[in-house]
């Protein structure tokens, strides 16, 4: 029985140091709870994240042409990116990659990806 619960904490202690990292940011990020923002706009969950983001920036994916989601990188190379699958406000097909980022916010969102440089933390999964 001893046994039986000492295997249980090595585990349980094991997985919730998997889930942590030794950044603040990225940990906050990791705790967010992402259910309560999807379908709603970028800019209500942009508005919850931690200050001090660097970068927001609109990224393709799949083809070169076609904006897939938002990233926002914070120093020491961690990122979250917004996932949009459907657009309503913004064209995403632009040949010249120049997109609205304004409008970009409006959209709904999908799913948020978390990483720290190649580390990913969250839906890691490709679409």
């Known amino acids: 029985m001893k046994r039986v619960v000492l295997v ?6 094991s997985l919730v140091v998997l889930a942590q990292t030794p950044d603040s940011i990225a940990n906050k990020l990791i705790a967010m709870d992402e ?5 709603k706009p970028l800019d209500s969950i942009i508005a919850y994240l931690p200050a001090g983001y660097d970068q927001l ?5 799949g083809h070169q ?3 897939r989601y938002l990233r926002l990188r914070y120093p020491g190379k961690v990122y979250i990116e917004l996932h949009v699958r459907e657009f309503q406000f913004m064209n ?3 040949r010249n990659r ?4 304004n409008l970009m916010r409006k959209e709904k969102l999908f799913k948020t990806v978390i990483y720290k440089h190649t580390d990913c933390y969250r839906n890691c999964d490709v679409w």
Do not use: Q, R
Request: proline share 4%.
């Open 8 to 13: 249980v904490l090595v585990v349980t202690g």
């Open 35 to 39: 259910t309560a923002f999807i379908g």
């Open 57 to 61: 920036k609109i990224i393709s994916g």
């Open 65 to 67: 042409y076609t904006a």
């Open 92 to 94: 995403p097909v632009d």
């Open 98 to 101: 120049v997109w609205n980022i």
